[in-house]
């Protein structure tokens, strides 16, 4: 039975916009956000939905689409830009390939 792969939420097309892979590190990429408390409640939720199986999301570099396993995010600290309920996060994506 193939696998099914998730489309990244539109709401959270924002969070992907600097993502960029990681040098040295074939298949990675990164992407460091800052999200109000309700885009991390709906960027959990999706990422828990979409555990062990692949996400498709465009890479704002090439508008090429891509599939990536979802790693869990993790919050790196207060916001860049201060802001009511912000917090920064860290979205990893692995085994990233074109779709």
């Excluded at 600290?77 to 990893?92: C, D, S």
Aim: glycine content about 6%.
């Amino acid at each position: 039975m193939p696998e099914p792969v998730r489309e990244w939420p539109h709401a959270l097309d924002h969070a992907l916009r600097d993502v960029r892979p990681v040098t040295g590190v074939s298949g990675c990429y990164l992407a460091d956000v800052d999200l109000t408390k309700d885009e991390v409640l709906l960027l959990n939720l999706f990422e828990a939905n979409a555990r062990y199986g692949h996400i498709r999301f465009k890479d704002p570099a090439t508008a090429r689409d891509l599939v990536a396993y979802l790693n869990t995010p993790v919050s790196i600290g207060p916001p860049k830009i201060p802001r009511q309920g912000a917090v920064r996060v860290r979205i990893a994506l692995s085994d990233v390939h074109p779709h």
